[in-house]
């Protein structure tokens, strides 16, 4: 996979874990996090409480998604690093009314507490120990998937949410190498269910085909 790097050139690189660390996603992650943060950040109060791309979701409701979001990654971190059974978060319940009573907040508060987890977690994603980015942690469908997939969905999350505010940033905007892989992955999802239509998938950009 290649992706696009400053100056127009291409460099090499893969969103596949080398040896189990993930490292070398954690440019690209800050780079998307600023993005992230700095378009949010640009917000008034007014269209931070108009509707999102989410149905029944204001923009006040994304940003505290992603800020819990980032949160339960740093719990799944501190799980790895210590061996303590801390779970992503303690329940959906749990979860969706926090978001609630985040998104309901003021919106200097919403905004500090983002950009306070986000930097807390890319920390925690720096400092993890080599030797810990395997262990399995506790996900919410309770499978022990190991930690290092916190880097790449955390990715995930920070990219494809970013278009859900519903600003100027759309999927045009993403990275050609983060859209390859989505779309990749995406794939792999529809062809390990068995209630997907007869089709055919075929990128004209990259190297993507797959019949159904």
Do not use: K
């Not at 996603?25 to 949010?40: F, I, K, Q, T, V």
């Not at 990275?175 to 062809?191: H, I, K, N, S, Y």
């Amino acid at each position: 996979m290649t992706p696009e790097v400053p100056g127009g050139e291409r460099g090499t690189m893969t969103l596949e874990i080398a040896d189990g660390v993930p490292l070398t996603l954690l440019p690209y992650l800050r780079e998307s996090a600023d993005r992230l943060l700095e378009n949010a950040a640009g917000l008034p109060e007014a269209e931070l409480r108009a509707p999102s791309r989410l149905p029944g979701w204001t923009r006040a409701h994304v940003v505290a998604h992603l800020t819990a979001g980032a949160e339960s990654r740093f719990r799944l971190l501190v799980a790895a690093r210590t061996g303590l059974p801390i779970p992503r978060y303690p329940g959906e319940r749990d979860r969706a009314e926090q978001v609630e009573r985040d998104a309901r907040g003021p919106a200097g508060d919403l905004m500090e507490r983002l950009r306070s987890s986000v930097s807390r977690v890319l920390t925690a994603i720096r400092d993890h120990p080599r030797a810990a980015w395997r262990r399995p942690v506790r996900w919410p469908d309770e499978s022990g998937r190991p930690v290092h997939e916190t880097v790449s969905s955390l990715l995930q999350e920070l990219e494809i949410h970013h278009v859900d505010l519903g600003t100027a940033y759309t999927p045009d905007d993403w990275p050609g190498w983060f859209a390859a892989d989505e779309c990749r992955r995406v794939v792999a999802d529809l062809a390990a269910r068995h209630d997907v239509p007869g089709m055919r998938i075929v990128a004209t950009d990259v190297d993507i085909r797959h019949d159904f």
